[in-house]
């Protein structure tokens, strides 16, 4: 029930997310969680980092522009933590999915998301995220044996949900809806 993917590539496992969100949408689907969007900025500058609550019209800003030269972590930490506080509360009414953008190097460290997964899982919400490689080793200690790794890939995104909910997704708009 806890599935994941590591997208290769700048922002594709957010775009893989998100487009999953909004197809589960479209369907009626009762879902939890936050998706990533990234909003380019000026040349030469990372972009801005916003969580979209599904479910919700909310952004939440989780990066600091620390300027043109730092390279010190640009996560803001009250921004995430938010963002947590708004999914948790969520979770009462037993969503079908909990989407999560990724298990980062705040859940790596025992912060963020890390407990809305527990507490999902201890649930029997299935929970859906992504994991880049440098917190795979940390993450797959955090799953403890219950990770499934996924392809990075839509329909067979789409199967696994619908596998591990038995719910269908039966009609899917390929048109752009609003989390």
């Keep these: 029930m806890l599935g994941y993917i590591s997208a290769q590539g700048r922002g594709n496992a957010d775009r893989l997310l998100a487009e999953l969100a909004h ?6 689907w009762p879902l939890a969680g936050v998706v990533q969007i990234n909003r380019e900025t000026t ?3 990372p972009c801005d980092m916003d969580l979209q609550v599904i479910g919700q019209s909310r952004h939440i800003r989780i990066s600091h522009n620390l300027g043109p030269h730092a ?3 640009r996560l803001d930490a009250h921004g995430l933590e938010t963002a947590v506080g708004l999914v948790a509360a969520t979770l009462d009414a037993r969503p079908a999915l909990l989407i999560l953008n990724k ?3 705040a ?3 025992g912060r963020g998301f890390r407990s809305v997964i ?3 899982l201890a649930q029997d919400i299935p929970v859906l995220t992504a994991v880049r490689q440098p917190n795979m080793d940390m993450f797959l200690a955090f799953a403890d044996g219950m990770a499934e790794a996924l392809p990075v890939d839509i329909c067979a995104l789409l199967d696994w949900c619908c596998e591990q909910t038995g719910r269908t997704v039966q009609t899917v708009s390929l048109e752009r809806t609003i989390l």
């Design 43 to 45: 040349q030469g500058r």
């Design 71 to 73: 390279s010190g972590c």
């Design 107 to 109: 859940e790596a460290e």
């Design 103 to 105: 298990f980062g190097k």
């Design 118 to 120: 527990g507490q999902a």
């Design 23 to 28: 197809r589960l949408m479209a369907a009626d």
